[in-house]
């Protein structure tokens, strides 16, 4: 779980300031923001690392399929591969695109 912790803590601080803290439940949290803007945004990336040494990635504040690329950076960093992968909302929307708000009046 170490190796897991420091690697990612290596591929983090490559993007921007790492914080971390470890949870109720034992496992590691760790997040950085990426000091340059790219297409999509500015991603903020977390990554959980369970007891057993998995990875659990989310990139937030980014818009377009750019995440895929950082997932696939960050497997590739720590030696490891994606296993799945869900979509949020942001993920179909194009860089630049007006966000899509919903009002219920």
Sequence with gaps: RQQ??????AYLK???????????????QLQAQEQTQ???GRAVIS???HRDG???A???KLRGPRCQEIVAALAQAVGGEVVETSH??????LPGEPTKTRLQL
């Design 38 to 40: 790219g297409a999509g």
């Design 88 to 93: 949020k909302e942001a993920f179909y929307q």
């Design 4 to 9: 897991s912790i420091d690697q990612v803590t």
């Design 14 to 28: 490559r993007q921007g300031d790492v914080r971390s803290h470890v949870l109720p439940n034992g496992e590691v």
């Design 58 to 60: 989310d990139v937030d």
């Design 47 to 49: 990554v959980q690392v």
């Design 54 to 56: 998995s990875l659990w």
